[in-house]
């Protein structure tokens, strides 16, 4: 089984469209995260919810909205999307460890984003 | 501002060799410091490190952790071609869920 899942695993679109991808982990996991990789591979973290909750809001255009219907799910819309969108996005998500924050994320397999 | 240093950015061995990667962070309030391998995929977990001079090992590689210095190495001994990867080092904090990214270091090895 699957611990984290991305839908769709490649996502071509032109410029201006808007686009979602989906994001479920089945490991009971509290936070889940999203980030976005260049092509120079350098891990840019973007948003995390923990229990459905926005805690890590860093400085994403507001064309990226996510949604955490559920704490087993965080959803990632992006609207006019622009050339500088492509790259591959990453969910992730982690369990609290007992002592606190600082534990290890289990990342799903990318979703490669190209805006044409 | 929080950061974690990854050295050196690219190197190319020969199956066989033994290589050290390098990993410096200033992480407030830090936790732990984990080791990633990524291929051509999403990065898959190598290591937590919580405690300084305890060697965590798996197979060939192994990895250890100096609070006192701010850093960590990840040692890879008799290298071979499926250890090509970039090889990512990130510094959790006890404070929040965020985890503090390295560069990573891109690592060939040639037959």
């Known amino acids: 089984d699957t611990a984290v899942s991305q839908t769709p695993k490649y996502l071509v679109t032109q410029m201006g469209n808007d686009k979602s991808i989906k994001c479920e982990q089945n490991l009971g996991h509290d936070t889940m995260y999203w980030y976005k990789q260049d092509s120079k591979k350098f891990l840019k973290i973007m948003f995390s919810y923990n229990n459905k909750e926005l805690i890590i809001n860093e400085t994403v255009p507001n064309r990226f909205s996510p949604k955490s219907p559920d704490k087993a799910h965080l959803n990632l819309h992006i609207n006019s999307l622009e050339l500088g969108d492509s790259a591959v996005y990453f969910c992730?998500?982690?369990?609290?460890?007992?002592f606190g924050a600082g534990g290890r994320q289990f990342f799903g397999p990318g979703t490669r984003l190209t805006v044409l | 501002e929080d950061k974690v240093v990854q050295s050196p950015l690219s190197l190319v061995v020969h199956e066989g060799d033994t290589v050290t990667l390098n990993c410096s962070y200033e992480?407030?309030?830090?936790?732990?410091l984990l080791w990633y391998k990524q291929e051509k995929k999403a990065p898959t977990f190598l290591f937590m490190l919580?405690?300084s001079g305890i060697e965590k090992k798996s197979g060939r590689l192994s990895s250890i952790l100096d609070k006192k210095e701010l850093f960590s190495i990840l040692n890879i001994t008799a290298t071979q071609t499926g250890d090509s990867a970039v090889y990512l080092c990130a510094g959790g904090m006890d404070s929040n869920y965020q985890l503090i990214w390295g560069a990573g270091t891109k690592l060939i090895i040639k037959p």
């Open positions: 919580t405690s």
């Open positions: 992730a998500s982690s369990q609290d460890t007992p």
């Open positions: 992480v407030t309030n830090f936790r732990s």
